[in-house]
């Protein structure tokens, strides 16, 4: 049996869990209209959504200043806190536009 691990500390939030929370929770409407509604029943459209997700991605952080969650004082945070931080931007942009996503599945190996 593996050890407790640590508790956190939500009062400093150093790895960004709690404004993630938020994010996911946040107004939907100002997501609307990043991704653009269409079908997608080819690689080549799956592959624009994509791109278009990455590019509101860059543009939230380079110029909206969504860079700020991910750092930690002046302290980088763990890369996990820029993937959950990526596919709270993605859940949200696909959802609002009608498209589904799942994350990586955590498959532990047994014992």
Request: proline fraction near 3%; charge should be negative; aromatic fraction near 8%.
């Amino acid at each position: 049996m593996s050890n407790a691990s640590e508790s956190y500390d939500e009062t400093l939030d150093i790895d960004g869990i709690l404004m993630f929370r938020d994010i996911l929770h946040s107004d939907l409407e100002d997501y609307k209209g990043l991704v653009t509604k269409r079908v997608i029943d080819t690689p080549d459209k799956v592959l624009e959504v994509v791109l278009e997700i990455v590019d509101a991605f860059k543009s939230l952080v380079e110029k909206n200043n969504l860079w700020e969650l991910l750092w930690y004082q002046h302290t980088p945070r763990h890369e996990r806190a820029s993937q959950l931080l990526f596919f709270a931007v993605a859940n949200i942009i696909c959802s609002k536009n009608n498209i589904d996503i799942s994350p990586e599945t955590n498959s532990a190996g047994g014992q």
